[in-house]
């Protein structure tokens, strides 16, 4: 408490002798949000809308429990790794594991289908990467030409740091390629499991923004842009994993089986309690928001009054602090809520893009890329959308789909 705390009190005198009024407003200067206000607003309306689907899920979690308490904060994921678990071992399809080799051919398919470009191992020299296990990969177009390359440090080992991250080692400009590192921690074998995928797919989208970008100054290039949109092209990719295109490469192996890949119904293997979950995350995103935009003297006051506006469905145990556990508070002080954000505008831009059944070549997307930071986000968007951003259709994108997985395992 005493740590965060001084860290919150210096983050504000630190945007004051700025000249800003808190450090929200300081951090979110040049973002696609714009301001505080506009974020607040996106989360009270979303938590508004929210409200239905969230106590629906609790009544099912409710049922599952063996006891009569209350649902409680930690059930959320105890329930929904147990309710994924059930639908996945009743199709065949889905396997506890998948070859590496299979996810990277994936991974490749998806590259070559909607950005025209490929992946290309490549073995690397004496003395050029920091460990044996380090592979490389070379990302160029159909006629060849490089435009960047990509180290993986897949496995776990000692001393290695457990975060599963993009590294930027030289971003892309007109006069120099980007090379970036993918830092997993996968347990060595030939197989990762499901789980992985998911995280592999998202990293792979901050590299593909890296990788793709190209503008004059290397400051502004690829993921150096503002947080809310950085998060745009990897959550792009895990929110299409789900799609029969790639998941009939990933599960290939089963392509002949009983259960064909494309009848399979179109849903995230991340998705299960999609809108309870949804709501937690809301939760943070308006706790790192005020935490970050008030004189804090106590964090656990700002938490209770949170918890109250926006996880009051929830049994919190008043002795319990929750929020300090939050490393998001320290990594995204002030952005948090750029999860959300993005999250609503892929939606939109699925939509709008016809990417629900197939995965096509998207032209508008990859230049999207190449201007990292460089050009104005927010219009480079709506030009993509074809239409001006807006609370209401963001929040509407959110919602809607929500409870997808829910109706399809008949909790909703």
Not at 108 to 129: A, C, G, H, I, Y
Not at 154 to 165: H, W
Not at 205 to 226: E, F, I, K, W
Not at 311 to 322: E, G, K, R
């Amino acid at each position: 408490e005493v740590k965060l705390c001084e860290l919150l009190n210096q983050r504000q005198r630190f945007a004051s002798l700025s000249g800003f009024g808190n450090y929200c407003e300081r951090e979110l200067q040049g973002s696609l949000a714009k301001s505080p206000m506009i974020v607040q607003d996106f989360l009270n309306e979303l938590n508004v809308q929210l409200r239905n689907t969230v106590n629906k899920e609790i009544k099912v979690i409710k049922n599952s429990k063996r006891s009569r308490e209350s649902v409680g904060i930690w059930d959320i994921s105890y329930y929904s790794v147990e309710n994924r678990c059930k639908f996945f071992q009743s199709v065949p399809v889905f396997q506890s594991q998948l070859n590496l080799k299979t996810v990277l051919a994936a991974l490749n398919r998806f590259s070559q289908d909607m950005f025209n470009v490929e992946l290309m191992s490549e073995p690397t020299k004496s003395d050029e990467v920091w460990h044996d296990d380090v592979l490389k990969f070379v990302v160029q177009t159909h006629c060849g030409q490089t435009l960047g390359i990509i180290y993986c440090d897949f496995y776990k080992r000692q001393g290695k740091d457990a975060n599963i991250c993009l590294h930027t080692i030289q971003c892309g400009t007109f006069t120099q390629i980007p090379v970036v590192a993918l830092v997993c921690n996968f347990k060595k074998g030939d197989y990762i499991q499901i789980s992985d995928v998911n995280l592999l797919f998202h990293e792979y989208g901050h590299a593909l923004h890296a990788v793709l970008g190209r503008t004059r100054y290397q400051h502004v290039s690829g993921t150096r842009c503002p947080t809310d949109f950085a998060e745009i092209p990897s959550i792009l990719l895990d929110s299409i994993i789900n799609q029969s295109c790639i998941m009939e490469t990933l599960f290939s192996k089963e392509k002949n089986s009983q259960n064909n890949i494309v009848d399979l119904p179109s849903v995230s293997i991340s998705d299960c309690y999609n809108a309870t979950e949804t709501q937690v995350q809301l939760y943070y995103a308006m706790l790192d928001q005020l935490l970050h935009s008030l004189d804090v003297r106590d964090t656990m006051e700002i938490a209770v009054m949170a918890q109250n506006n926006y996880l009051s469905q929830f049994n919190i145990p008043a002795s319990t602090a929750w929020h300090q556990r939050f490393t998001h508070l320290y990594f995204y002080g002030g952005k948090y809520y750029s999860y959300l954000w993005a999250q609503a505008i892929v939606n939109m831009i699925i939509e709008q893009q016809n990417l629900k059944e197939t995965i096509h070549y998207c032209p508008e997307i990859k230049a999207l890329f190449e201007q990292g930071g460089s050009k104005d986000c927010s219009y480079q968007i709506e030009s993509l959308l074809g239409e001006s951003l807006s609370i209401d259709k963001m929040v509407a994108s959110l919602v809607k789909p929500l409870a997808s997985f829910n109706k399809l395992i008949g909790t909703v």
